[in-house]
């Protein structure tokens, strides 16, 4: 897509028609490029794709690709190394309509509600000001664009499932993401209350956590557990709950 500086343009997600950016006239004055104009390109990509550091909240993301012409996309950071620059910057505010397609994401994460919006300014995260309408769209405002922008969220606690009934039998699902840094999230399933608890060990069997130990109805939880600080590695997480024990192994990437 191009338009002249003195026009309104809309961009949208190649991909993902609901996910668009609005540049008001005058919002691509002075900023160098050819006749006034400028190429944009927005593509959702697959959560594995993200290369930057993230935690574990992070359930989808967008790239933002500008370039004086519709081939190079030149102007913004690439993600191959090449780019150098992580934000722009506008003469006039620029409205963005962020989708979250529950469709693209892996099937723990579309259970999940979006919370907010992150943008990459080439070193870390910062968060973007956003309101979230309706389900699956966050609006924000901001004379600044970036190369990636995360949206992020919570997972819904579930104390049980309507639609399949009661769960039927104990579970413990394996993290996600993994490998992760520095962030993960653990599911488990209890098909009648119980008192559970949910420790983390290294690899000689010690005890590092206790991420949960508390008495929960029957239903499917999910758990968060932050590494920071400790080194690399395979870590272990076990489920205790009654009679049921259960054991999975993880790893830690830095």
């Known amino acids: 897509m191009s338009s002249n500086a003195a026009d ?6 190649w991909n993902d028609s609901l996910t668009r950016i609005f540049f008001p006239p005058g919002s691509m004055g ?3 490029m050819m006749y006034d104009s400028v190429y944009s390109r927005i593509d959702y990509t697959p959560l594995g794709s993200l290369y930057h550091p993230h935690d574990s909240t992070v359930i989808g993301w967008h790239r933002m690709l500008m370039g004086r012409d519709s081939s190079t996309f030149d102007l913004m950071h690439d993600h191959d190394g090449h780019g ?3 934000v722009m910057q506008y003469m006039k505010t620029v ?13 723990v994460h579309r259970h999940w509600r979006p919370t907010g919006l992150m943008g990459w300014n080439g070193t870390s995260w910062v968060s973007i000001p956003a309101t979230l309408l309706g389900a699956n769209i966050l609006l924000s405002e901001s004379m600044s664009m ?3 922008t995360a949206i992020v969220g919570s997972p819904a606690q ?3 499932v309507p639609e399949r009934g009661v769960p039927g039998q104990y579970s413990l699902t394996q993290n996600y993401p993994n490998p992760f840094h520095p962030g993960t999230t653990i ?6 209350a119980m008192f559970v608890t949910l420790t983390i060990h290294n690899l000689v069997g010690q005890e590092l956590v206790t991420v949960v130990a508390v008495e929960r109805p029957a239903g499917t939880y999910t758990a968060t557990w932050d590494a920071v600080g400790l080194p690399g590695g395979a870590y272990f997480y076990g489920l205790k709950a009654g009679g049921f024990v259960q054991t999975k192994k993880m790893l830690l990437v830095q």
Do not use: I
């Not at 599911?187 to 009648?192: G, I, K, S």
């Open 84 to 86: 150098t620059h992580h």
């Open 146 to 148: 970036y190369s990636a």
């Open 95 to 107: 409205h963005c309509q962020t989708h979250w397609d529950s469709t693209r994401a892996d099937s």
């Open 187 to 192: 599911e488990f399933t209890l098909p009648e």
């Open 8 to 13: 309104t343009a809309v961009v949208v997600c």
């Open 158 to 160: 579930v104390t049980s």
């Open 30 to 32: 002075m900023m160098g």
